[in-house]
């Protein structure tokens, strides 16, 4: 599933195209993704005025105070295509836009959803209102995971991956911010020193902006908007590398499961 840095890499991309072009038709090709589709006639006419992201979704704000809200899912992929060409293989919805263009859609598991939202409402709605603070902003810092962590005894890379604590970190970032912070991912958050989830913090960040100068990671769906793929994989210490080398200490790196997913580590480097 894409993570922040995918989602921020697409987000960048299409604002860079979208602001500022009117919305002139938009066609389903079928009804429903992972939840039926809203009803797209409000966006007819609209101007997108920008193009947001919050967690994983993309917000596409609308000059009639509404926005266009989309979990690309799985495999979801937007492009940009001039004019109203052929539907690619896995196409689901298309939208016209004013310069000539059309934003099309494609989403081969169709896990991916979408909601037309009020703008003024966006933060309350139950996609939304539980969600953690955006690990790039001030509200993330030690100590506000200082304070999840304290006398929990799930495992720190459970605590990380869970939205209500901070957004948009999924297994594979999660897994390079804690080998970089030199913590183990099964180790009880609560027993961790505040001095070591400041690191943490300081990783978090780091590997997430690596990760979004390098256009995110490319492992099986994700490209950006201009179909090119993410390089941040080329960087990747643990992640995918179980029984390869570790890259600083030359020890074999493992791979455990946690909440069914794999988890990736140095058993030297990270304690």
């Keep these: 599933m894409p993570e922040l840095p995918e989602v921020e890499t697409v987000r960048a991309g299409l604002a ?4 500022g072009r009117n919305i002139l038709t938009v066609t389903c090709h079928r009804q429903s993704l992972r939840y039926p589709l809203p009803d797209f006639t409000p966006l007819i006419d609209q101007q997108i ?16 105070d ?23 293989l896995h196409e689901h919805v298309c ?7 059309s934003l099309r859609y494609r989403d081969a598991r169709r896990f991916g959803y979408a909601g037309l939202i009020d703008s003024a409402a966006l933060l309350v709605h139950p996609w939304f209102a539980t969600l953690g603070p955006e690990p790039l902003s001030d509200d993330f810092s030690s100590d506000s995971l200082a304070a999840v962590c304290r006398g929990r005894k799930a495992p ?22 804690l080998f970089r912070a030199g913590i183990h991912p099964a180790r009880a958050a609560g027993n961790i020193s505040k001095k ?37 994989s080329h960087s990747f210490q643990v992640y995918g590398r179980a029984g390869e080398p570790c890259l600083h200490c030359g020890k074999v790196i493992k791979r455990i499961t946690q909440a069914g997913r794999s988890s990736f580590y140095c058993p030297s480097c990270q304690r």
Aim: charged letters at 15%.
């Design 16 to 19: 860079q195209h979208l602001i």
């Design 49 to 64: 005025v920008a193009v947001n992201r919050r967690s994983k979704y993309l917000l596409f704000v609308l000059d009639n």
């Design 66 to 88: 509404q926005t266009l809200v989309w979990h690309l899912g799985m495999t979801g992929q937007f492009h940009l295509l001039p004019g109203l060409s052929d539907s690619g």
């Design 95 to 101: 939208i016209a836009l004013s310069d000539g263009q």
């Design 156 to 177: 720190i890379k459970t605590v990380i991956m869970d939205a209500a604590n901070v957004v948009g970190l999924g297994n594979i970032y999660a897994a390079e911010s």
């Design 196 to 232: 070591r989830l400041a690191l943490l913090t300081d990783t978090i960040k780091q590997v997430l902006q690596e990760a979004i100068k390098a256009g995110g990671s490319t492992i099986s769906d994700f490209v950006k908007v201009d179909g090119k793929p993410g390089y941040f």
